[in-house]
């Protein structure tokens, strides 16, 4: 079974940090671009990141960059996101997802949620 | 960036309706379009992708249509589980961006 299992959020303070992880299964994880998506409380979904198969590439929306950092790990089947120097408007349920070869998503996990508060 | 601009906002139907909603894109993106369907505490589901493109397992009274601007999502007979937020997608370009989400309601 093709399988996205996210894990690592919690509740941090303001200027925190989070590692996010995305366990892959079920596919050739190295096969294939893989994104962060995210939905704050009540809010539609926003793209956060992108990376490609070997990881050479990365995409970021710009509220983000320079404070997250996709990553992966072909070897471990995973998916990471370094979220740094949060802020209260990052708190949002963060989906991983698998794109297909036209780019839609079509494999979500189930989202890990990440709280910013003081 | 590409705005993408969903309308409705919101709609209500009723079971066996025809609904249509649309999807408007600023600028051409071709036919990388995706439409998603997401229900409260649920990962989004996707639904169309390459604007027309049913993905597998999708009832066949799911349809897309559309190419260039201006996209749209029919649902030809409402039924029950449909009821839910749908939300566009453009991937012809970094930052991807998805519409504002439309949210189908029971009337």
């Known amino acids: 079974e093709v399988q996205l299992v996210e894990s690592g959020g919690g509740l941090v303070q303001p200027g925190g940090s989070l590692r996010l992880s995305c366990a892959a299964s079920?596919?050739?994880?190295?096969?294939?671009?893989m994104n962060w998506v995210r939905q704050a409380p009540g809010k539609g979904l926003e793209w956060v990141a992108s990376?490609?198969?070997?990881?050479?590439?990365?995409y970021y929306v710009d509220s983000v960059r320079g404070r997250f950092t996709i990553s992966r790990d072909n070897a471990k089947n995973s998916l990471f996101l370094q979220v740094d120097s949060l802020r209260a408007e990052d708190t949002a349920v963060y989906y991983c997802?698998?794109?297909?070869?036209?780019?839609?998503?079509?494999?979500w996990g189930k989202g890990t949620t990440v709280s910013v508060s003081s | 960036d590409i705005q993408m601009t969903q309308s409705p906002f919101s709609v209500s139907a009723s079971v066996g309706d025809r609904v249509t909603i649309t999807c408007r894109a600023s600028q051409g993106i071709s036919s990388w379009l995706a439409w998603y369907q997401q229900k409260p505490g649920k990962a989004p589901k996707l639904l169309i992708h390459?604007?027309?493109s049913l993905q597998s397992g999708v009832p066949s009274r799911f349809s897309g249509s559309g190419s260039g601007t201006d996209f749209t999502l029919t649902i030809s007979s409402l039924q029950p589980e449909d009821f839910a937020t749908y939300y566009c997608q453009q991937v012809n370009s970094f930052p991807i961006t998805f519409g504002q989400g439309t949210r189908l309601e029971i009337k």
């Open positions: 990376i490609n198969k070997d990881g050479s590439e990365k």
């Open positions: 997802g698998r794109p297909d070869g036209y780019r839609a998503t079509d494999v």
């Open positions: 079920g596919f050739t994880f190295s096969n294939y671009w």
């Open positions: 390459a604007a027309s």
